[in-house]
């Protein structure tokens, strides 16, 4: 059993707590040979007992805390241009228009099944830095937290890459806890996330002389049920397609493609989102 030379620290006001869970741990360990996950809890239960030491050793000597700043570069969109004559097929977006954030990002290619915490694979932002280096998200974009034992393991807050290319846990006592051998890389991405804004109208086809079109509102990557909506649009009587703003002239359809010209966007004002 390989115990990390790293620990996660338990915050001295939980260290009773902590130790009648550790001891609830030990019965359960011993007594209950059906556990699948009995090696791992036994180092579990390792790593607890020398985080008590470590605990009493923070009290003394105090912590450092990340620095909770991060350069992010906003990018509004609108495609196609206004004036464009663009020709889109069944399923394609006829308009897109909204910001997405650029700022860094973490990388891990796969899952890590740590002694004291499991790190999803996915893609984790940046939300500070500590001496230079960089720190993200215990949370990936897909939604996925950084696996603990509550009760036994001091909470997760961030990650980061040391210079061993390992991907460090830091817990909420903001000492570096476990750190994990990785696959991984940091770089700049576009992406869609909880500050992100999008607005789309869909091609969807025809039946006879009226087309279909799809209004779809995108926020953190997600489509709002209560922003989608279908609207058909009949072309005997007009060859203009306004919604929420946006209009566009047809210019020629059938059932698996529809040729226009864009007239206007949905805004031109990102400040009255």
């Not at 620095?67 to 609108?78: G, I, L, N, P, W």
């Not at 196609?80 to 891990?108: N, R, S």
């Not at 949370?139 to 290319?165: C, E, F, M, W």
């Amino acid at each position: 059993m390989v115990i990390p030379n790293r620990l996660p620290v338990i915050p001295i006001k939980q260290l009773s707590t902590y130790m009648i869970s550790i001891s609830a741990l030990v019965q359960l360990v011993v007594y209950d040979d059906s556990i699948n996950n009995k090696k791992k809890l036994e180092s579990i239960l390792s790593v607890c007992r020398l985080s008590i030491i470590t605990a009493i050793g923070v009290l003394a000597t105090g912590c450092s805390t990340i620095d909770y700043h991060v350069d992010a570069k906003t990018d509004f969109f609108s495609k196609p241009p206004v004036g464009d004559v663009v020709e889109a097929y069944v399923g394609d977006y006829m308009i897109d228009q909204g910001k997405a954030t650029t700022m860094e990002y973490l990388t891990i290619n796969h899952f890590i099944d740590g002694v004291a915490y499991d790190i999803p694979k996915g893609l984790y932002a940046r939300i500070g830095s500590y001496k230079g280096t960089p720190y993200f998200a215990a949370t990936n974009s897909s939604g996925q937290a950084i696996g603990y034992v509550a009760g036994l393991i001091d909470r997760p807050i961030a990650l980061h890459a040391n210079d061993k290319g390992e991907i460090c846990v830091t817990s909420q006592s903001y000492q570096q806890a476990s750190c994990y051998p990785a696959s991984y890389k940091i770089d700049y991405r576009t992406v869609t996330n909880s500050q992100s804004f999008q607005q789309t109208l869909i091609y969807n086809g025809s039946v006879g002389n009226k087309i279909n079109i799809s209004y779809r509102e995108f926020s953190d990557g997600t489509a709002r049920n209560a922003f989608t909506n279908n609207v058909e649009y009949d072309m005997d009587k007009s060859n203009l397609i306004s919604y929420k703003g946006a209009q566009l002239k047809v210019l020629n359809y059938d059932n698996t493609s529809i040729k226009f010209k864009v007239l206007k966007h949905f805004r031109s004002d990102f400040s009255l989102q």
